[in-house]
């Protein structure tokens, strides 16, 4: 729900509603409200209440900065361990995200774009680095959510057709510059939020 936006910056939810709503009990929510807000993807409120928090434009250049310096570096490393399957496992994604795209569908482009790049991230195999960067998106989503159902997938070009053939001809700066690109591109969009 965090990760591909279907919760909107700001929004407040309870307890219970995310109960109904995910079809669990009460100890694993609690448990995964827990986890979210420790990792600041959600704010406790009080009265059984927690919301996303509501991003300024320094926190999306406070992510942008982090996500910088670890995603390129990440898939450089996987990059060094890939293997045809995995590689041909992302052009699936990828294949499905363009559709996504084409059929201006913005969750399910929220999904792929999630799963191409954790799909080249495990391949790094580096929980730490893996870890922080779920941490990230989790708070980015949202923002990139809101602007994508702004505007529609139709200003959604991704990079991941450089991701793929710098894959594919083992070039390991390549993968690193091409992840690199498409994050400031989605930066880039994002970005206009705030002006």
């Known amino acids: 729900m965090i990760l591909y936006g279907e919760l909107a910056p700001g929004q407040a939810v309870t307890i219970y509603g995310l109960v109904d709503e995910l079809d669990v009990g009460m100890t694993p929510v609690r448990e995964a409200i827990r986890r979210l807000t420790a990792e600041g993807a959600l704010v406790f409120q009080g009265n059984r209440r927690v919301c996303l928090p509501d991003l300024g434009a320094q926190d999306l250049e406070d992510i942008a900065f982090v996500r910088r310096s670890i995603e390129p570096k990440l898939a450089m490393q996987a990059a060094e361990n890939i293997t045809p399957d995995v590689i041909e496992n992302m052009k699936a994604i990828d294949a499905k995200l363009n559709d996504a795209i084409a059929k201006g569908n913005v969750l399910d482009y929220m999904r792929y774009n999630h799963q191409f790049h954790f799909t080249l991230y495990a391949e790094a195999q580096s929980e730490l680095l893996h870890s922080m960067v ?4 989790l ?4 923002l990139y959510r809101v602007i994508s159902g702004r505007w529609g997938t139709q200003q959604l070009v991704d990079r ?5 053939a710098a894959l594919s001809n083992g070039d390991v700066k390549g993968v690193g510059d091409a992840i690199l690109a498409d994050m400031d591109q ?4 994002v ?3 705030f002006d």
């Not at 708070?139 to 949202?142: A, E, K, N």
């Open 139 to 142: 708070r980015y989503g949202p």
């Open 191 to 193: 970005r206009k939020l």
């Open 186 to 189: 989605g930066f880039d969009i």
């Open 160 to 164: 991941h057709d450089e991701t793929i």
């Open 134 to 137: 779920s941490t990230l998106w």
